[in-house]
């Protein structure tokens, strides 16, 4: 009991001073169990929840009208390298997308970037460039039920997919493309079309590739709370 309440309460794994960290959702955190609320970064976006009942491990989502959004803002749209992630989990079979974070509009010829599962067992990683999608998908199949480290990353060459930790498919390498940049919201648990019946744990975002080791990093001084 001492051990998980030091942990519990020891400083996060995450800088929040990090000038390249963007944004930062710890949705188990206390001061997010509300709406709106404020991101744990140096930008403090204004995050408003429609549903999405809090708990210790974070907001669970219904699948049918609750999600997180967070305005347009410049510290956003990156259009460079990012490493985007968090924690999620699915709680029901037969989903057509489980969405952890998206910036911009689903089917739109142009939009930004998102992770999200599909058909409840698989992870994508996509960003546009030039209005053109590429993504990648985690190689091992997701189980309904559990959680999940799932980060994509683009580090200027090569387009990247982490789950639990570890790079799970063979890096992509688009060489050096700009991300297509909008206006829309950065949403969570959801995008314009589809609601994922999930609960996310965490949610980040890097105007910068984060290495293996970093990201091997974050997952194993986060992986208790789940």
Known sequence: MVS????????????????????????YDHTMGVSPFISKDLSHHTATATGATWGIQGRTFDGIDDGISIPDAASLDIAGA???????????AGQTVGTIVRKGIQFASQSNYGINIYEDTRCFFEFWTGTVRKTIEV???LSVGTWYFLVGVYDG??????RQGVEDATPINLGSVVLDVDATALRIGRDDVYFGKTTVGAVWLYNQALSAAQIQRIYLATKFRY
């Open 139 to 141: 190689d091992t199949a």
């Open 157 to 162: 060459t090569f387009q990247r997919i982490y």
């Open 82 to 92: 990012i490493t985007v992630g968090g924690w999620i989990k699915t709680n029901t």
């Open 4 to 27: 998980l309440l030091n942990r519990l309460t020891k400083s996060p794994p995450i800088d929040i001073y990090d000038p390249n960290l963007e944004l930062y959702l710890p949705l």
